[in-house]
């Protein structure tokens, strides 16, 4: 019983699961984050990150005796699995996706994720939108599936798919690779700010897209205000 709660307990532990699962186990977490709806509480970032440092020779240091990784293995299997568990996504959402996100009263698959993703395609286009999608955490899990149910073309979400999953599996595996010693005295305490920074520097380019957005409406509505030349409340619009 206390077995099966720790369990519980570590699998949104980073530092936990790499000590744990090993290489398949890392591998099926990526597919099933990126794949399957239901994985979108899995920490794929710090994942990543730490299964770098588990193939470094920072291994034991960080995550205990026999926890050494192959980065041979991880860089291979990790985008091949994340390429997987997108198609998958984008697969589900084009046969069931409008069925999926058709509940009004669902916590997790609601309607309105079709249309911000929609706005988000809209904005920055498909290329950009999956590959940054790829980035930021719970977004990667849902995108997939939406990006299937708004019917893109499944040639186009492969190519961006297969760019996405290799620039986002190898440089978070890379860090933990080649800073693993910087990091050991201090990835207890210094992970999870880590992360958010990179999530922050992710996002930055939809924030500025947000801001632009808002002058741009804030400059229409200045330019219709001054083109109708009446006050708000002149009474234009009142009957008789």
Known sequence: MDQHLQLAV????????????????????????TGLLVGFFFPGDSLLILAGVAASSAAEKVLGPGAQMSIAALLIGAPLCAIAGAQLGHLLGRKVGPKMFDKPNSKIFRPEYVGKAEEYFEKFGPAKAVVMARFIPIVRTFLNPVAGTLQMPAKTFFLWNVVGAFLWTETMLLIGYFTGDQLAPVIDKYLLPAMALIILISVSPIFVEIIRERKKKKAAAAAGGAEDGEPVGSGRHRKG
């Open 10 to 33: 570590n699998v949104l532990d980073a530092k936990s699961l790499v000590a744990s699962v090993g290489v398949i186990g890392i591998l099926a977490i990526i597919f099933a984050e």
